[in-house]
């Protein structure tokens, strides 16, 4: 290699460096954050958001609720159902820590919702009895199979729907959690199990985003 050649070469690791920098310094400013921190909390953006479909639920207080009107705060959906053993009680109890270990105004833009994935069961006076052990603000969300069925494919959360015709049955699910923006829209998944600690060290700047 010649000397020039040398020079150039140098000359663009720099300017490379430089760029990178920058971006960074932007990305960082705009409260994007370090994708590699987002990942080590177990958080996954989607590159591109993705529209939830237009359909109807029932909340723990009777009242129906429009899926893609879903707006003005962050929210995270975890697919679950109150007769599950072990994987929904511990998420929501963690789930009920992590919002003590936010700031305050991260926190007035969290909101946390159970979508049920087992409606034979989980009526709204169920949810809301259930919900209530571990936050009062906790929502949850019942309605027919068919529709919870279409939400959870929607957001990639697949659910196997339970023989209901069996005594003490279970129902097969995901741990993770589904991250709809304040426009409604999924931005991303948080990943099971979840981390207190990095979730609430990550959340405040990603909540600064629109």
């Not at 720099?14 to 954050?33: C, R």
């Not at 833009?109 to 209530?132: A, F, G, H, M, S």
């Not at 906790?138 to 529709?147: L, N, P, S, V």
């Not at 099971?192 to 990095?198: F, G, L, Q, R, Y």
């Amino acid at each position: 290699m010649t000397r020039t050649q040398i020079t150039v070469f140098v000359l663009v690791a720099i300017i490379a460096l430089v760029l990178g920098l920058t971006v960074n310094k932007v990305l960082t400013s705009q409260g994007q954050g370090d994708p590699a921190a987002l990942l080590d909390a177990g958080i996954v953006l989607l590159p591109q958001s993705r529209s939830l479909p237009a359909l109807s639920l029932t909340d723990q207080d009777g009242e129906a609720v429009a899926i893609d009107q879903l707006k003005d705060q962050w929210s995270l959906l975890f697919f679950g159902y109150t007769f599950c053993p072990d994987i929904c009680p511990a998420t929501l109890a963690q789930l009920r820590q992590l919002q003590g270990q936010l700031p305050p105004q991260t926190l007035s833009k969290l909101r946390i919702v159970l979508v049920t994935v087992d409606p034979n069961r989980d009526t709204p006076q169920q949810l809301k009895k259930y919900l209530e052990y571990f936050d009062a603000g906790f929502i949850g969300w019942t309605g027919e199979q068919a529709t919870i069925q279409k939400l959870a494919n929607a957001v990639s959360i697949p659910f196997i729907p339970a023989d209901t015709s069996k005594e003490n049955y279970t129902v097969d699910h995901s741990g993770n959690l589904v991250l709809i923006g304040p426009d409604g829209k999924q931005r991303g998944f948080i990943r099971a199990p979840i981390n207190n600690t990095k979730l609430a060290a990550q959340l405040p700047a990603l909540f600064e985003r629109p």
